[in-house]
């Protein structure tokens, strides 16, 4: 049976390395268990490092999308040519991964990359009518889909605007949403699950932050619920 390829997207101001380093104790049990195979690519704008790995790990370090108005702003005004620019970035970029070192199985993201992943599942979906070739998704501290991603990637023909919640849910590839039960975004991770079709998303929640669950117990409880997922997988 061939290795289950996952295609995962670092947070904001870090790296395909820090992932790497954050999502280690995870990822070793999924490759034991789950024969899962972890492929991590970096951002493509340059940033300042987060100060929680500065003087621990060397730049550079990199974000997905940069915003030039307020994030996750309801007003659709306020978006910018400039911060859309980055979705489409992002996009083109992820584009030429999936055809260069694909197929994947599964896509992954955390915070800032969890959204970028979540927004190319959209651009494939609407393009292909299908998340194809990803058949799974998993979602960790999820940085929220803002009015930018759902109106450039799910834009009306008819040019008009609806606010997120107004959408259906788009998804059913069965998916996982890991989330702290003390971040302060954690709606954010939230709002995405309902994106998924009922039935698709299951959540699995741990006693931390804004962070990739490291604790053995919380690793545990996702090792489990991803099994479950890869389970009801359609071949």
Not at 11 to 25: D, K, N
Not at 53 to 68: A, M, S
Not at 103 to 117: H, K, N, T
Not at 123 to 152: E, I, M, Q, T, Y
Request: net charge negative; hydrophobic share 40%; proline share 5%.
């Amino acid at each position: 049976m061939a290795h289950l390829k996952v295609l995962c997207l670092h947070g904001q101001q870090t790296s395909a390395e820090i992932l790497e380093w954050q999502l280690r104790p995870l990822s070793d049990k999924l490759e034991q268990q789950l024969d899962m195979r972890f492929y991590f690519v970096d951002g493509l704008i340059e940033a300042e490092p987060d100060s929680s790995f500065e003087g621990i790990f060397e730049p550079p370090f990199f974000d997905w999308i940069r915003w030039e108005s307020s994030h996750g702003s309801s007003d659709t005004t306020t978006s910018s040519d400039a911060s859309l620019a980055t979705v489409r970035a992002a996009i083109e970029l992820l584009d030429h991964v999936v055809a260069d070192q694909g197929p994947f199985d599964g896509i992954l993201g955390f915070s800032q990359g969890a959204s970028v992943a979540c927004a190319y599942l959209a651009h494939l979906d609407r393009r292909d009518g299908s998340c194809a070739p990803f058949r799974f998704a998993l979602f960790f501290s999820s940085g929220g889909l803002s009015v930018d991603h759902l109106l450039l990637l799910r834009r009306l023909s008819d040019g008009e605007q609806r606010q997120p919640s107004a959408f259906d849910a788009i998804f059913s590839i069965p998916s996982l949403h890991v989330y702290g039960t003390a971040d302060d975004l954690k709606d954010n991770a939230l709002a995405m699950t309902r994106l998924w079709r009922p039935g698709s998303a299951a959540i699995v929640t741990h006693p931390g932050g804004h962070v990739v669950p490291r604790d053995t117990a919380s690793v545990g409880r996702i090792v489990s619920a991803a099994r479950v997922m890869i389970r009801s997988m359609v071949s």
